[in-house]
């Protein structure tokens, strides 16, 4: 999968939905194409009753679709919930996915939290904090909630311009810069390694290695 999944969490009514509806508005200003996938845990409809698409779906057809010059959907029903990895595979073509929901899919997580509003998860577990109240002194990156440029600049810069590149190296968060020679020495010598592994693609079209110490 060539784009990173961000999930943003966050308790009832902290504002998720409000932020990061400006939060697209901003990335795809910049000209990225953002993926946006809610998860619904009590179920939903998206056809219109009456409409060809509803009664054909009415009728038993397993998948029903429909495509336009500018917009295609497809409504598809499921035998159990798909995983957030099974999921993706229909996001094909955008530069970054971000999940409204999806807590406990081990995704990188961003929480939004307003203030007086409780935590929903502990420091370690996010990689940002969008929030109105900066008097937590939680370590870790916090960001306004009425403010969508600066965590915009935070996630183009960490996880979408880093899927554009060849090779980098990031230690404890903060990105080191690269020779030309260590760069190459560390691709080949890790393209060679991964290589001799089982279940690997012969020409795999990324590679992403994480190393806890």
């Known amino acids: 999968m060539l784009f990173e999944i961000i999930s943003f969490v966050g308790k009832s009514n902290s504002g998720k939905t409000t932020f990061l509806e400006k939060l697209v508005l901003e990335l795809s200003k910049r000209g990225y ?4 996938l809610k ?5 939903f409809e998206m056809d219109k009753e009456g409409k060809d698409t509803w009664r054909m779906a009415k009728a038993g057809a397993w998948s029903v679709g ?8 497809i409504i598809q029903r499921v035998t159990k919930e798909l995983s957030l990895e099974e999921v993706a595979k229909f996001f094909e073509g955008v530069d970054i996915l971000f999940t409204e929901g999806y807590k406990r899919e081990g995704k990188k997580k961003i929480e939004v939290r307003r203030k007086g509003i409780e935590p929903l998860c ?10 109105d109240d900066f008097n937590s002194g939680e370590p870790i990156p916090q960001f306004p909630i009425d403010d969508p440029v600066p965590i915009a600049d935070f996630i183009e810069e960490k996880f979408i311009k880093f899927r554009h590149v ?20 560390i691709k080949e010598v890790n393209l ?15 590679i992403d290695l994480k190393i806890r110490l």
Do not use: Y
């Open 166 to 185: 060849e090779c980098a190296l990031w230690v404890n968060g903060k990105e080191v810069e690269l020779g030309t020679f260590v760069e190459k020495v």
């Open 39 to 43: 998860h619904d845990v009590h179920g």
């Open 33 to 36: 194409k953002v993926g946006v």
């Open 66 to 73: 429909i495509s336009h010059s500018e917009k295609m959907a």
């Open 122 to 131: 502990k420091p370690d577990e996010i990689v940002a904090l969008v929030t």
């Open 192 to 206: 060679a390694l991964i290589g001799t592994l089982h279940d690997v693609d012969e020409n795999p079209r990324s």
